[in-house]
């Protein structure tokens, strides 16, 4: 399989990235090597390999991790004494949107 740079540039336009045409090429040979890399994964024989699974699966169900529990927190007052900046029982922070 082979990447075009208008798939790489696609890309970068769902994550909001913009890239000169120079760092462009540069992804588009990047993002080639990394699909001729899973191409040659493809390949391996996993003929007879056990499937991996998640480590606590090895674990018997009596104490495999703690029991939930709810305890008490602290007071809003108490945390906001720490706070730069509270107003009416809440942090201020700069504004980030416009």
């Not at 104490?63 to 942090?91: C, H, I, M, N, Q």
Request: zero cysteines; charged letters at 30%.
């Amino acid at each position: 399989m082979s990447i075009t740079s208008k798939e790489v540039q696609r890309i970068a336009e769902l994550a909001h990235l913009e890239f000169s045409p120079g760092e462009l090429e540069r992804f588009v040979g990047q993002f080639q090597r990394i699909l001729d890399y899973f191409e040659q994964l493809q390949q391996v024989d996993t003929e007879g390999v056990e499937p991996t699974y998640h480590g606590l699966a090895e674990i018997p169900d009596e104490g495999a991790v703690r029991p939930d529990r709810t305890r008490p927190s602290l007071a809003p007052e108490a945390v906001l004494e720490g706070a730069p900046k509270a107003r009416k029982g809440y942090f201020r922070v700069p504004r980030v949107i416009e």
